[in-house]
């Protein structure tokens, strides 16, 4: 019987890159694809995108953002989702009051760098907060991470910004799910900390919670032997 495709689903300003180094090992006996959101400036309208163009079934994985166009394609067809994996990511809504002003004022920020600069000049200034420290002298990685972000244009990050200042409250979503279900995230992740995902795993039943060590927000392109061998994992589960 032939295994159900795996949709691999990246986050903000990313590409297939982000998935690369994992795709010899996930890819072996396994049609994987990466989604691509276009230009689209909601995360309902991506997880539709996705539902338009993907197979009847599949497993799906999601990485940051991309993790949160899951939940949507959850919320809309979760009869189609043979298994999720949610990397790196959160599910709440956009805080209300100042906290929810100040992230929009962040993000805001780094557009404007983006516009005015170029998105690679924007890109190196916003990587320094996505790896383990350790990495910050690691010059390929870093660079593989601004080149990734520096192929999506300024009105690309626009809408992708639009898109999580919108994205919706996905609590309901996490306790419906039940398919296996992987929450993983790196250790020093300071975009979506270890807590938050330990806050996912409990709502979601028979869900498994890995942790990789010494990674950051990327940790598919940090320790991608240790997060394929996560992946691995869930995508045997029975």
Do not use: N
């Not at 495709?5 to 010899?24: E, F, I, K, R, Y």
């Not at 929810?100 to 993000?107: F, H, M, Y």
């Amino acid at each position: 019987m032939p295994r159900e495709p795996l949709l691999l689903v990246p986050g903000l300003m990313c590409d297939a890159t982000v998935w690369q180094p994992l795709l010899p090992l996930l890819s072996a006996d396994r049609d994987c694809r990466v989604i691509d959101h276009g230009d689209a400036d909601r995360l309902p309208q991506m997880a539709q995108q996705l539902l338009a163009s993907a197979p009847p079934r599949f497993a799906l994985a999601g990485h940051s953002m991309g993790a949160r166009v899951a939940l949507e394609v959850l919320r809309a067809a979760p009869e189609r989702v043979s298994r999720v994996a949610l990397l790196d990511t959160g599910y709440l809504a956009r805080a209300a009051g100042a906290p929810g002003e100040d992230e929009a004022r962040k993000r805001q920020a780094l557009l404007d760098v983006a516009r005015r600069d170029g998105v690679r000049a924007m890109a190196t200034q916003w990587v320094q907060g996505m790896v383990h420290p350790d990495r910050l002298q690691d010059a390929a990685l870093l660079d593989a991470i601004v080149t990734m972000f520096a192929r999506k244009s300024a009105d690309v990050f626009e809408c992708q910004i639009r898109a999580l200042l919108q994205r919706p409250d996905a609590t309901d979503v996490l306790r419906a799910i039940g398919v296996p279900t992987l929450v993983l995230c790196g250790r020093q992740d300071s975009w979506a900390p270890v807590p938050q995902h330990a806050a996912m795993h409990a709502l979601i039943p028979g869900a498994v919670f890995e942790v990789i060590e010494d990674a950051g927000h990327m940790a598919p392109m940090e320790r991608p032997q240790a997060v394929a061998g996560a992946l691995q994992r869930w995508l045997e589960h029975p």
